[in-house]
């Protein structure tokens, strides 16, 4: 069972542009989530993240946006730039008390930007 | 410039054969972890360890086993190689404790198995 769903493969937006990218989840004990983006042959960085206990959280040009009772967040980029041509994962935690600080992963989205 | 590194960047490995992808970190973290990717199906976690001397199985560590026994160390053993196990290879750490669990991730090992 996918507790982390993004249920876009790929995304194609024009430059100067608002990107959106969802994220679905289903396990009610997150209580972090997090965005990574990754280039081809690079690993995965962490672009941004958003507390449960919050439902907005910005830096810069990105935005996180938290509904905790539809179990959705979303990414916002604005303005696109083809710099931010990527892959973007939504990952999510459980939260440090179990012992254990996994982030579980969804399937990613490919942002393409059009100049 | 603190970070992860991993090797082998690449390889090709036959069937049957045994193989070590090789991970250290330079940022004293406590918790390290092995992602594989695979397209279509993300990033899915394999081994896990919180602290030296502890490891953990994650969601798919058939095949796979790791070891911690120092802080920075933390190799990928796949004891005898098939070809499901062709996929590019994340070691990633993060520093636990409360609040967000930012991971760093290395830039990955491109494993074929034929």
């Known amino acids: 069972d996918q507790q982390v769903k993004q249920n876009s493969p790929s995304l194609s937006v024009q430059e100067g542009r608002i990107s959106i990218l969802n994220c679905d989840y289903t396990n009610s004990m997150f209580d972090y989530f997090l965005w990574y983006k990754k280039y081809p042959a690079e690993g995965p960085t962490f672009l941004i993240s958003i507390s449960s206990i919050k439902d907005k959280n910005e830096d810069g040009r990105f935005t996180v946006f938290l509904n905790k009772s539809a179990k959705h967040l979303s990414l916002h980029i604005v303005p696109s730039q083809p710099g931010d041509s990527a892959v973007y994962f939504c990952?999510?935690?459980?939260?440090?008390?179990?012992?254990?600080?996994?982030?579980?992963f969804g399937k990613g989205t490919k942002l393409s930007v059009i100049p | 410039i603190a970070g992860i590194t991993q090797a082998p960047t690449s390889q090709i490995l036959a069937a049957g054969r045994r193989m070590t992808l090789r991970c250290t970190q330079d940022?004293?973290?406590?918790?390290m972890y092995w992602y594989r990717q695979d397209l279509g199906l993300g990033l899915r976690l394999i081994h896990y360890?919180?602290?030296?001397?502890?490891?953990g199985k994650g969601e798919v560590p058939d095949g796979y086993s790791v070891s911690r026994a120092n802080t920075d160390d933390f190799p990928l053993t796949l004891a005898s190689a098939v070809p499901s196990q062709t996929s590019v290879y994340f070691c990633?750490?993060?520093?636990?404790?409360?609040?967000?669990?930012?991971?760093?991730f290395g830039a990955g090992s491109r494993l074929t198995v034929l």
């Open positions: 990952a999510a935690s459980a939260g440090s008390g179990a012992g254990s600080y996994q982030l579980t």
């Open positions: 940022m004293r973290h406590n918790a």
């Open positions: 360890s919180n602290t030296a001397g502890t490891t």
């Open positions: 990633a750490s993060g520093a636990g404790g409360t609040g967000a669990n930012v991971l760093t």
